[in-house]
């Protein structure tokens, strides 16, 4: 079955074909830069992740493109005789940087700020007063939204039911508009705020609209014919609806192929946003829990849907997600604490069969003792995600996955090239979600192509050595028959909620 996504222009579900074979072209909205990325748009940004993952599993190359709106009326509000707008534009963007690797998201190709592409923005404004959809008012120019008859077709709205003040942006004296919908594509500034010169008599300076930054810089950057253009469902409309109705006229129809929005992130059933005062940082959630546990936690609900979230919540699907993690925990000590000579980087192929090492295929776990078992999970797992992105469906298969492992006898097979399938396996198809645990002695094929690589040999966590040494000493202490100093480590490792399982093979723990 070919991949699905709904297309939130149609309304239904289509086959994904991009329009260049192998290639995908993907433009996703990003910050508008006057505070920190918080868990909400951390969903958005995770869906966007995880999409991409899913179009590499299945061959794809992907050129993705994140914008920063660091011009706006909310920046150069926090602006200060301290700290100018460029200033908080740059510190809430070095922050956003740093919040997706904390929660591995991957790289984007392209990074690009709205002021950059002021000639580009500059220049549409221009081709649209040309073609008679945009005027000038006081050194403002508007798009008139009366002149583009397919307006309302992504979101459903037409101009006749729009609302005066729809955009929520500021505040704008709709007596100048032909009709309360038209939008700014370049706005006067006032003294002391960045502005720009045009060299249009009409509006020789100033600074642009907020709509008209995402169409030029996606254009720019990715041509006049791209393949997904997305965001958060909350820049369905005004934003998205407002590009297509100032790019089309300019580029022609269709200007992107599929249009893709993440539902929102409820807390206590209210969107969380910045004007609420009720935003969970970054720093918050990484504190109380893992990327991987937040990354599971995010793929568990679908995209389209309300991701209700409460602290209990992500609790509870952390102790789901525990039960994958401690069999390639177990797969993991088998692997490395064998007798026989560690695997060398790179020799993957030489752990099959002979006839089966050579083309090598990196998505190839069906061999050895649990083939069949892997071979299932691996049609279930790509049936889920090729209709539209089914990440609840793709989990189920991951909890099936692991209870058919532990019924065929997994934890009792010594058979090594068995065991390194199934691992290398639960580890490649959990990194599609995010979710980065794979050691790189065992796989490392996979781990140069994380967000975020482990150092070589590192266990996990912060504060893993220390825990390695307490767990030595308590053998030392077990060997020298001081059980009271092993036991009270073990307390003491229990305070600190590690789970510690002694085994046939040594001590293995992990966190509570």
């Not at 995880?50 to 599993?57: A, D, I």
């Not at 695997?343 to 295929?361: D, I, V």
């Not at 790509?382 to 692991?402: G, H």
């Not at 690589?453 to 020298?480: F, T, V």
């Amino acid at each position: 079955m070919p991949l699905k996504v709904h297309n939130t222009l149609t309304r239904k579900k289509e086959p994904f074909v991009s329009a260049r074979p192998k290639v995908v072209r993907i433009y996703t909205c990003g910050l508008t830069v006057y505070a920190p990325m918080h868990i909400g748009h951390a969903r958005t940004y995770c869906f966007w992740d995880v999409f991409r993952r899913y179009l590499e599993y299945r061959g794809y190359h992907v050129l993705s493109i994140i914008n920063y709106t660091d011009i706006d009326d909310r920046i150069m509000q926090r602006a200060s005789e301290r700290e100018g707008a460029v200033d908080v534009a740059e510190r809430n963007i070095a922050a956003f940087r740093r919040d997706c690797r904390k929660l591995h998201i991957k790289d984007y190709a392209v990074y690009t700020r709205a002021t950059d592409f002021v000639d580009e923005q500059v220049d549409m404004a221009k081709r649209l007063i040309e073609k008679g959809h945009a005027y000038t008012v006081n050194g403002e120019v508007f798009y008139e939204v009366g002149t583009w008859a397919p307006y309302g077709e992504l979101s459903g709205r037409k101009v006749d039911e729009q609302e005066v003040g729809a955009s929520g942006r500021v505040e704008e004296d709709f007596a100048r508009k032909r009709h309360p919908a038209d939008f700014s594509l370049w706005k006067p500034t006032g003294a002391g705020q960045p502005s720009w010169r045009t060299g249009e008599e009409g509006w020789p300076t100033g600074r642009p609209g907020w709509h008209i930054e995402c169409s030029a810089m996606s254009t720019a950057l990715l041509g006049d014919h791209f393949d997904v253009h997305g965001g958060g469902i909350d820049n369905m409309f005004p934003h998205h609806e407002n590009e297509i109705a100032q790019s089309e006229p300019l580029c022609g129809r269709p200007w992107v192929r599929y249009w893709l929005h993440p539902e929102h992130l409820d807390l206590k059933d209210m969107k969380m946003s910045k004007s609420l005062g009720n935003v969970i940082s970054i720093e918050e959630l990484l504190s109380r829990h893992g990327h991987d546990e937040a990354r599971w936690f995010f793929v568990t609900q679908h995209y389209r849907c309300k991701l209700p979230f409460g602290w209990e919540l992500l609790q509870q699907s952390a102790q789901g997600y525990a039960r994958i993690k401690k069999l390639a925990t177990v797969l993991a000590g088998k692997l490395s604490g064998a007798t026989e000579a560690p695997l060398a980087p790179g020799a993957y192929a030489s752990q099959r069969p002979e006839e089966e090492r050579f083309p090598r295929m990196r998505h190839h776990y069906v061999h050895g003792q649990f083939g069949e078992h892997t071979e299932r999970f691996i049609a279930r797992f790509i049936e889920a995600m090729d209709d539209d992105l089914n990440t609840p469906n793709a989990v189920a298969a991951f909890f099936d996955y692991v209870s058919a492992l532990y019924s065929a006898g997994i934890e009792q097979c010594e058979d090594r090239p068995s065991l390194l399938a199934v691992y290398r396996a639960i580890v490649r198809h959990l990194a599609v979600f995010g979710v980065e645990i794979a050691e790189p002695a065992l796989y490392p094929e996979l781990v140069p192509d994380y967000a975020l690589a482990p150092a070589e040999g590192a266990a996990g966590r912060g504060g893993d050595a220390a825990i390695d040494r307490l767990i030595a000493m308590r053998q030392e202490a077990r060997k020298a028959k001081d059980f009271a100093k092993a036991d009270a480590i073990r307390n003491l490792l229990i305070e600190a909620g590690v789970v510690l399982e002694d085994t046939p093979r040594g001590p293995r723990w992990s966190f509570s």
